[in-house]
């Protein structure tokens, strides 16, 4: 099957290529040379987990070593609790005791996690580095690895941390999807339907009528599904680099509540792409009150979440926890909750809520 190229074009940035499509991490050298031969790499550090080296770190070498310069390493612990400042600063001293320059270029080869620290890692070593994404997850392939977004977590919420960092390259293998769990391909499934709604009616309704298939992990379908999640992220962030402009905050469709759920429930108790479906049922049915978001879209979205994986989480918080929750988040605007709700697929709003509107909602939807 031949890989998928996206160009990833935003104004102002150097374009760079996502590249999509099995078994490609194999001359990842050969692909990042003339990416990389303006200023040719002194050495290269790999960030990886405990859970990805033993599977992948050797290939990415091997795949690494047509650049013909030095290739280091470092492996993190697997897990979000490591996308931590202690962590990260464990990251900065070893690439100084590796002697990094400006002219090195870090390697993310994991998922959100290890993309997300190494990013922000490369982005501020030496004011910044070159970085290249090797994602590992469905989740990272279809939405953090594109972008430039980077960052940790600090213990009063997910990602307050970061800085826009665009990659120089992302590699996308499809073949190292094989060894990701159900947990875990769910996770990515919720990313994936987060922007076929928000997309257009085209995407929408080409995964409802595929989401079985995608869910049994068909290589044709998967890389549709990663492809089409790719150009519309990519054509959303053209638009809005640094979510200044209200443009790229559609993204964060199901976030408002899904980063509540994970906040509350403890980091790792769901995937990230779990508690963000959560939130897209909430935040579907908190828009038939403010924005007028059909019965059949509501029907229709809760069906794909169900046939991808991702049925109606058992858990629940009093509304006052989970609205603090909310208004810790750093997407918030003078205080107010602001959710993206679907007026309809492919029409969006981003609309400030008063408290007392998401109190009566959240009360409704948890049964209290």
Known sequence: MAATRVVVDIPGERPYDVRIGEGILADLGTKLAPVLEAQPPSRILIITDSNVAPLYLDACKQGLAALGCPISDITLPAGEEAKCIDVLAEVWNAMAALGLARDSVVVALGGGVVGDLAGFAGA????????VQVPTTLLSMVDS???????????AGKNLVGSF??????????????????REWACGCAEIAK???????????WLVENASLLA????????????????????????DKTESRGVRECLNYGHTL???????????????????AEGMRFAA???????????????????????????????SAPAEDILAAMKRDKKNRQGAVRFVLPADVGQWELTAVDDETILEHLRLYFGE
């Open 195 to 205: 922007a076929s709604v928000i997309d257009s009616d085209d995407f929408f309704f």
């Open 285 to 315: 049915r908190l828009g038939q009150t403010l924005a007028g978001t059909p019965l059949e879209l509501v029907e229709a979205q809760d069906a794909l979440l169900d046939e991808l994986g991702l049925p109606v989480l058992d858990w």
């Open 216 to 239: 049994e992990r068909n290589p044709d379908v998967v890389l549709e599904a990663i492809a089409r999640s790719v150009v519309f992220k990519a054509n959303v962030v053209a638009q």
């Open 145 to 155: 690895s594109v972008g430039g977004k980077t960052g940790i977590n600090l213990e």
């Open 165 to 182: 960092l665009q990659p120089s390259y992302v590699c996308a293998s499809t073949d190292v999807l094989a060894t990701l769990d159900v």
């Open 124 to 131: 501020t070593f030496m004011r910044g580095l070159r970085v």
């Open 258 to 276: 899904g980063h509540a759920i994970e906040a509350l429930a403890g980091y790792g108790t769901y995937s990230h792409g779990a508690a963000v």
